[in-house]
């Protein structure tokens, strides 16, 4: 099983929309996907439109395991986050494996499926690091503007630290809400690329439809199969997928 994170510390840059689309173009392709909620904020959980009764929480808690609590959304395991996971941080802060609970719980479920895909809280905290801990890979999106761009060598100096632990962890940029028409854009793209940093090939755009199929609960490329946003999402399924 390839585990992959959807990470960079800051709200809004598109990593549950991502995170959700992704599992669905890796799903797909006829692959078994595990996508887990890792963020308090449950985005995800709305956007599958799951039950909060049993949650990740169960799992840092030891009271679940994973796959005992998955639900179905459109041929993914899915496991739903509550709010009640912004107090497991502290609850587990004192314990020596504290950064390696989840990669614990995945490893019990890891010969069901061929992908996992989690969907992280912003931040950096405990929760984030169990995230990236667990995974193979990170993807971070990011809205090419400079504001992210500050935000994301914040982000990268702590998956660098996260990388000594675990020198196989790779990761990847992906743009999100692009726009090539606009200057701003194109002039952080260069930015980024100047760097030397690793960036998708393709790119995620800013369409209303996007963000409609998630108030319809559902993967667009169920809502909106001819939206140019699944072309990006099957082409990284494909690259992450290695086929
Ligand atoms: N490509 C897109 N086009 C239009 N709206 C988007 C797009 N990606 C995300 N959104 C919207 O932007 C908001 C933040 O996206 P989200 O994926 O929740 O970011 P994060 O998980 O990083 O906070 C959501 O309301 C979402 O519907
Ligand atoms: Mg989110």
């Not at 675990?166 to 260069?190: F, M, V, W």
Request: with cysteine.
């Amino acid at each position: 099983m390839k585990t992959i994170a959807i990470s960079v510390q800051k709200g809004g840059s598109g990593k549950t929309t991502t995170a959700a689309n992704l599992a669905a173009a890796i799903a797909a392709r006829g692959k078994r996907v595990l996508l887990i909620d890792n963020d308090p904020q449950s985005s995800l959980t709305l956007y599958c439109n799951l039950s909060q009764e049993k949650t990740i929480t169960d799992v840092y808690h030891g009271n679940a395991a994973i796959q005992e609590i998955v639900q179905d959304w459109n041929g993914i395991d899915v496991v739903p986050a509550d709010i009640l996971l912004s107090q497991v941080e502290n609850e587990i802060a004192e314990r020596k494996d504290r950064r390696n609970i989840l990669h614990s719980a995945l490893a019990k479920a890891s010969q069901y499926y061929d992908c996992c895909v989690i969907d992280t809280a912003p931040g950096l905290g405990l929760l984030t690091v169990n995230a990236l801990m667990a995974s193979d890979h990170v993807i971070i999106p990011m809205e090419p503007n400079p504001a992210d761009i500050w935000g994301l060598e914040l982000f990268l100096s702590t998956l660098n630290r996260i990388r000594k632990a675990k020198p196989g962890l790779t990761y990847k940029i992906l743009l999100t809400s692009y726009n090539d028409r606009l200057k701003l854009h194109q002039t952080a793209k260069e930015a980024v690329e100047r760097r030397n940093l690793d960036l998708y090939p393709v790119t995620i755009a800013r369409n209303v439809r996007t963000a409609e199929a998630w108030g319809a609960h559902k993967p667009l490329l169920a809502y909106d199969p001819g939206n140019k946003n699944n072309i990006a999402y099957k082409t990284i399924a494909e690259m992450e997928m290695h086929e």
